[in-house]
């Protein structure tokens, strides 16, 4: 099955709008980032659910907790742990994954942006956000 990958060309454009400044097209800091930046600890905004991503080369492992009661948020003590179902796949600044394991869709799209004053973010097709807790970069192994 295809699926979406985050061009170059919108990262450069999104730096340009946070920046409210013409850049350079061609300069490296303005394209987009790696896969590995995947490859981490997160919170579900809005749930304040953990999440766990292992990256096995450009596919990867998620879990995480769920809340105990559906439409709930997650308080550490009651939580459910889960795993996305199947492997989820990374290419630069994107990420599908299967969540249908807990009520979500089996293929969901998300984009890395590193426009929060956080340090990260995953910003999924369904309107939720993940804050990285930690996560990979670029130049680590």
């Excluded at 919108?10 to 709008?17: G, H, K, P, Q, R």
Aim: proline share 3%.
């Amino acid at each position: 099955k295809q699926w979406r990958r985050r061009k170059d060309s919108s990262c450069w454009l999104e730096a340009v709008f946070r920046g409210n400044a013409l850049l350079d097209p061609t300069d490296s800091r303005y394209t987009c980032t790696c896969h590995k930046v995947f490859e981490g600890e997160f919170i579900e905004e809005g749930s304040n659910c953990e999440r766990k991503i292992v990256l096995d080369g450009t596919s990867a492992t998620i879990t995480g907790k769920r809340p105990a009661i559906l439409g709930q948020k997650c308080n550490g003590k009651y939580d459910k742990p889960f795993r996305a179902k199947g492997r989820a796949f990374v290419s630069g600044g994107s990420i599908v994954a299967n969540f249908s394991c807990v009520h979500g869709p089996e293929r969901l799209g998300g984009f890395w942006s590193e426009a929060s004053v956080t340090g990260g973010q995953i910003h999924w097709g369904d309107g939720s956000t993940w804050r990285a807790v930690k996560h990979g970069t670029c130049d680590s192994s």
